[in-house]
């Protein structure tokens, strides 16, 4: 393996990794808050499509919640552990039908559930970006770990 191994055309493979990674987070970054925003915002509308009173009305957050710790939690030797990719498009994936069961429950135990898993996948996705962009960038990230 020789000097030039690293490099593929002009720019290091390194380089190139990086500027593939780093919008790809940024937009996660940026899908992930506006998933935080979701339950909030259409909490009004929930309450009058299921009536519900406000203690049920504000589960549908903290199930999101605590779909974040969970998912959170759970992510983390999973990420130490497996290719990062396959995990990432798996959280966008669930992240995208927990939203499309959201969207479409008949049942407020069925929009609970969607909230959690939506809340599951994104903590999951978060926790996995968290780690993946420290790491395209170890010389950044080095002095502040």
């Given at each position: 393996?020789?000097?030039a191994s690293g490099f593929v055309g002009t720019v290091p493979y390194r380089?190139?990794?990086?500027?593939?990674?780093?919008?790809?987070?940024?937009?996660?970054f940026f899908a992930f808050g506006v998933t935080l925003a979701i339950p909030g915002a259409?909490?009004?509308?929930f309450?009058?499509?299921?009536?519900?009173?406000?203690?049920?009305?504000?589960?549908?957050a903290s199930a999101f919640m605590l779909g974040i710790l969970l998912g959170s939690l759970a992510s983390a030797p999973l990420v130490d552990r497996w290719p990062r990719r396959p995990l990432f498009?798996?959280?966008?994936?669930?992240?995208?039908?927990?939203?499309?069961?959201?969207g479409a429950a008949?049942?407020?135990a069925l929009l609970?559930?969607?909230?959690?898993?939506?809340?599951?996948?994104?903590?999951?996705?978060?926790?996995?970006?968290?780690?993946?962009?420290?790491?395209?960038q170890p010389e950044r990230a080095a002095p502040r770990l």
């Open positions: 393996m020789g000097f380089a190139r990794y990086v500027m593939s990674v780093m919008p790809l987070a940024l937009l996660a259409l909490q009004p509308a309450a009058r499509a299921f009536g519900l009173d406000l203690a049920q009305s504000g589960a549908i498009a798996a959280g966008v994936a669930t992240c995208a039908l927990a939203l499309a069961g959201m008949p049942s407020y609970l559930a969607s909230a959690l898993g939506l809340g599951a996948a994104a903590g999951s996705y978060e926790t996995l970006l968290n780690a993946a962009v420290p790491e395209s």
